[in-house]
Each structure stands twice: as C-alpha cells, then as structure tokens.
T-cell receptor, first 112, second 114 residues
Framework: AQKITQTQPGMFVQEKEAVTLDCTYDTSDQSYGLFWYKQPSSGEMIFLIYQGSYDEQNATEGRYSLNFQKARKSANLVISASQLGDSAMYFCAARTGNQFYFGTGTSLTVIP | NAGVTQTPKFQVLKTGQSMTLQCAQDMNHNSMYWYRQDPGMGLRLIYYSASEGTTDKGEVPNGYNVSRLNKREFSLRLESAAPSQTSVYFC?????????????FGNGTRLTVT
C-alpha cells in the first residue's frame, strides 16, 4: 500500500497571495498517478489536477499547479492568486493500478 | 450529465438496523469504489470493483458487503449497523486503464448510527 503524507493540518493565506500545500508519497511502483482534490464545506469532492509519474513537466490547470519532484517523492499543490472560494479541505491522492490512496488533508483558509 | 449518483444523502439508523447505499455512474467506467471519510483520517477504502462481476476488499471492509449489480451500479450494504459506522460515505468511479485517470465522486451519504 502507498502512504500519502500531508503534514499541514491547517493553512492560512491572504487573498490574492499564492499558497503551497505539501504532499509526499511513498511507493516503489514505477507507474503511478498523483491527484489533488478539493472538498468545500458543502462536502463534495472536486478533482483539481493530476500528474503522471512519467510526466516531465509539472501539471497546470488554471490557478492550480502541481510541483512534482520525483526524486523527493513530493507532489505539492500550488494555488496562485488565492480567492475566498478556495477555502476548503484539500486532499492529495496517489494511484497505482486500480487502487487510490489518500492523505489526511489540509484545511485551507483564505483571509480577506 | 449526472456523473456519479448516490442515494440517500442522509440517513439515521439505530444500532443493529440494516441499510443499503446505492450508487450509479453514467460515465461507462469499469472501476467503482466505496470510501468512508472520518475526521482526521482522510478517505479509507471499504471495497472496490475493478470491473463488472468482481469485488475486492479495501482497507476497512469489516461490517460491510457490496454488490456490483451491473457496470453502472455498485451498492454498499450494512447488515447490522454499529455506532462506529457513523461516517460520510462516498462512492466513486474511474477508468480502469491508465494510472492518470482520476476518481469521480458522488456527493456522499452522511450516515449516523445511534
């Protein structure tokens, strides 16, 4: 099984600033995918961004980017120009084969 | 485009009662999953079904059973509910091929067992 570690239980960021949410993973597989999900207070799980283990460039989706450092086994989420609507729980996940493994999440609060 | 649909959204059970959580997806995905979410513990896999006709245990299967009724539907049954099963339950689906295919989640079921 994979272990996904999110060491920041809670983070605060000023509106319009950038923030980095940390994620490390532990796998011996060569082929894997890394994902970030957002869970607002309403409870749904929203897929944000993914990175494949063979991708050489960092993934980007709008204001989200994934800082992938394969040798360090880290997959940090960077949110640029934070908005009040970014306040939510964020979960990092990894996929090997048909199995997905999740971290315990980081609660992000955007301060006006 | 409904995606993954779960029912019910909320449920209160007494200890010992049974219930079935229903899940259906319309994305033609082969793989379907049931997770539970508890505070501070992230999402933990209960059962998954890699394809129609197969099911496998996840990290926390005790007290649950599943049925992959067809490619679209994957139900989760609690035969004799216990307070420890109070949680938020998520159904999800994914393409089977390709490790970069994400999970698509339903909106969750909030279950309270008293």
């Amino acid at each position: 099984a994979q272990k996904i570690t999110q060491t920041q239980p809670g983070m605060f960021v000023q509106e319009k600033e950038a923030v980095t949410l940390d994620c490390t993973y532990d796998t011996s597989d060569q082929s894997y995918g890394l994902f970030w999900y957002k869970q607002p207070s309403s409870g749904e799980m929203i897929f944000l961004i993914y990175q494949g283990s063979y991708d050489e460039q960092n993934a980007t989706e709008g204001r989200y980017s994934l800082n992938f450092q394969k040798a360090r086994k880290s997959a940090n989420l960077v949110i640029s120009a934070s908005q009040l609507g970014d306040s939510a729980m964020y979960f990092c996940a990894a996929r090997t084969g048909n199995q997905f493994y999740f971290g315990t999440g980081t609660s992000l609060t955007v301060i006006p | 485009n409904a995606g993954v649909t779960q029912t019910p959204k909320f449920q209160v059970l007494k200890t010992g009662q049974s219930m079935t959580l229903q899940c259906a997806q319309d994305m033609n995905h082969n793989s379907m999953y049931w997770y539970r979410q508890d505070p501070g513990m992230g999402l933990r896999l209960i059962y998954y079904s890699a394809s129609e006709g197969t099911t496998d245990k996840g990290e926390v299967p005790n007290g649950y059973n599943v049925s992959r009724l067809n490619k679209r539907e994957f139900s989760l049954r609690l035969e004799s509910a216990a307070p420890s099963q109070t949680s938020v339950y998520f159904c999800a689906s994914s393409e089977m091929t390709g490790f970069v295919s994400p999970l698509h989640f339903g909106n969750g079921t909030r279950l309270t067992v008293t």
